[in-house]
């Protein structure tokens, strides 16, 4: 009988901890829907959330910062628990993450950094995207060696934290390779359509053979870009070669087909160390550092692209 007592004893002890972690409700504010990348994200943790016991509250932004302003509002009028934020450009957060702080709501940056105050917000979980820019420049600066190589460039949501930092990290990378220029860039608001529009201008005011490479700020604008290039009568992959960036299933076909050279993995699974994050905090108190670091791999059309298809296609992307 004392065995049973203290067996329900620490039984009693030891749920609130677990309770804690689970039954919370969650406020996400995505951007959108404009890549296959951030489609994953999304799936992804909408999965997370559901293993772990979590309401999840979904806001699609349209990429419009005034729609996640708005979202994150309501989730504050909600009384939500905590709030995920992956924010579309990196100014203007101030005000309603202080309401947000007011209200004593944590807030965590999934994929992207703002420019704010660091109380503002619990943690970013990111990649170094200066050092993604810098992976994709030097896979570059090795595969043309000393031949002259001018880079045309679609650029991610100008504003945006991946388009600056991957801006910089391939710029950076390429600066002691005199050879190496970039004589064209422009946004091509990391969207399939878009890609391929702009590539169509760079075709257009270049002329196809004065490119050597391009170099995109996220895979789906290099895919829309290849249907560009192809129409162009060019062959993607040896008369223009392609890096980019987020290594979503797509381009791993296209690397598959010759019509890729090489991509930097961003992996969509930023909830998962988030709501580590969130469920040490509400434990225990618990504080993260200010940045989570996710890997940035690099694959080529060396890599088995087949194999690493199968392996996503089924993520949502």
């Not at 504003?159 to 220029?181: C, H, L």
């Amino acid at each position: 009988m004392n065995i049973l007592k203290s067996l329900l004893a620490s039984a009693a002890i030891l749920v609130p901890a677990v309770a804690m972690a689970e039954g919370e409700t969650i406020g996400f504010s995505q951007i959108g829907s404009e890549s296959g990348w951030r489609a994953a994200e999304t799936t992804v943790t909408k999965q997370q959330a559901e293993e772990r016991g979590y309401d999840l509250k979904f806001a699609d932004a349209q990429q419009k910062q005034e729609n996640q302003i708005k979202a994150i509002r309501s989730f504050v009028a909600q009384g939500v628990d905590a709030i995920l934020l992956a924010p579309v450009v990196a100014t203007g957060w101030e005000e309603v993450l202080e309401e947000a702080k007011d209200a004593d709501i944590p807030v965590i940056l999934l994929d992207r950094n703002i420019d704010a105050p660091e109380d503002l917000y619990m943690t970013a979980v990111t990649s170094d995207q200066v050092h993604e820019g810098m992976v994709a420049g030097n896979w570059l600066v090795e595969a043309v060696g000393d031949a002259e190589c001018p880079v045309v460039e679609l650029q991610g949501t100008t504003g945006s934290s991946p388009a600056i930092s991957r801006k910089k990290g391939f710029e950076e990378a390429i600066a002691a390779a005199d050879n190496i220029s970039i004589t064209r860039s422009q946004t091509g608001d990391f969207t399939r359509a878009q890609g391929k529009v702009v590539m169509e201008s760079f075709l257009k005011s270049e002329g196809g053979e004065n490119i050597c490479a391009l170099y995109a700020h996220n895979d789906d604008m290099a895919v829309g870009a290849i249907q560009a290039i192809k129409e162009a009568g060019l062959k993607p992959g040896e008369d223009i070669k392609i890096v980019s960036i987020d290594s979503v299933p797509d381009i791993h076909l296209a690397m598959k087909a010759g019509e890729a050279n090489a991509t930097v993995e961003l992996t969509p699974n930023m909830a998962g160390p988030a709501f580590d994050v969130l469920e040490a905090y509400w434990k225990d108190g618990t504080m993260p550092p200010k940045w989570i670091q996710t890997e940035s791999k690099l694959y080529t059309s060396d890599d088995d692209n087949a194999a690493i298809y199968e392996s996503k296609k089924d993520l949502g992307y």
